[in-house]
C-alpha cells in the first residue's frame, strides 16, 4: 500500500513540475551519457535531422529543447503517455510503424529503454528491428539502449535477432566504440550503435 501511495505521490510532482514548464532528468549514468554525450552529438550533425524515439516518459519531455531544430517524433504504445512525446507523436506499436511514414524516411532512431521492459519476446524484437530498418534512409543509424542482465533480457538479442543482422556496427566517434557498457550501472545499461548501409 505504501508503494501505491508513493506512484501516487511521484507521478503528481512530475505532472505539477511537466505542468510548470519544467525539464525532469531521470537521473542515472546511462542517461547521463545519453542526453550529454549521444544526443548532442547526433544533433549537432545536418545529416541527422529526421529523428525517431521509440518510448516516452516524463523524463523524456526535455528532448523537445533538445532536438528543437530537428524533425523530432516519438512513438508510444501507452495513450497515456501522450503528454511526454513529441510534436509529431504516434500511438502505436514499433511493429506498426510503417503504416504511419515512408521507407527510409528517419536518419536517426533511439530504441532506449525498451527491450526487456514491454518488448520483450524474440517474435516482437526482430519485428521492431525489422522496422527500424525499414524506417531509416541508406545509411542511416539506429541506438540501441538496453540492460544486459537476465532480468531484464528475455533473450540473447544480439546473437537471435535476425533482422538485427541487416545492420552494420557503426563507430561511435565520441566514445571511439559501437558497443558502450555505462560505466556504474547495476542494471549494466549499454548501448549499441548500427548503421543501415543500403
Not at 7 to 25: N, P, Q, T, V, W
Request: hydrophobic share 35%.
Amino acid at each position: 500500500m505504501m508503494s501505491a501511495l508513493r506512484r501516487k505521490i511521484s507521478a503528481l510532482k512530475h505532472r505539477i513540475l511537466l505542468f510548470m514548464g519544467l525539464d525532469l532528468y531521470l537521473d542515472s549514468p546511462d542517461r547521463t551519457i545519453l542526453e550529454q554525450e549521444i544526443i548532442p552529438y547526433f544533433r549537432d550533425l545536418s545529416e541527422f535531422h529526421k529523428i525517431l524515439f521509440v518510448g516516452c516518459d516524463w523524463y523524456t519531455t526535455s528532448y523537445k529543447k533538445l532536438l528543437k531544430n530537428k524533425e523530432y517524433w516519438t512513438i508510444e504504445i501507452d495513450p497515456k503517455k501522450r503528454q511526454y512525446g513529441s510534436d509529431k507523436h504516434i500511438v502505436d506499436g514499433i511493429q506498426n510503424l510503417s503504416l504511419h511514414i515512408e521507407p527510409g524516411y528517419f536518419d536517426l532512431i533511439f530504441f532506449n529503454g525498451v527491450f526487456g521492459f514491454g518488448l520483450n519476446t524474440k517474435d516482437d524484437t526482430d519485428k521492431a528491428f525489422q522496422a527500424y530498418f525499414d524506417a531509416l534512409r541508406t545509411r542511416g543509424v539506429l541506438v540501441f539502449g538496453w540492460n544486459d542482465i537476465s532480468e531484464y533480457k528475455p533473450f540473447a538479442v544480439l546473437e537471435e535477432c535476425d533482422n538485427l543482422q541487416k545492420f552494420q556496427s557503426y563507430t561511435f566517434p565520441p566514445l571511439n566504440t559501437s558497443h558502450y557498457l555505462t560505466p556504474e550501472t547495476p542494471l549494466r545499461h549499454t548501448f549499441d550503435f548500427f548503421v543501415k548501409n543500403i
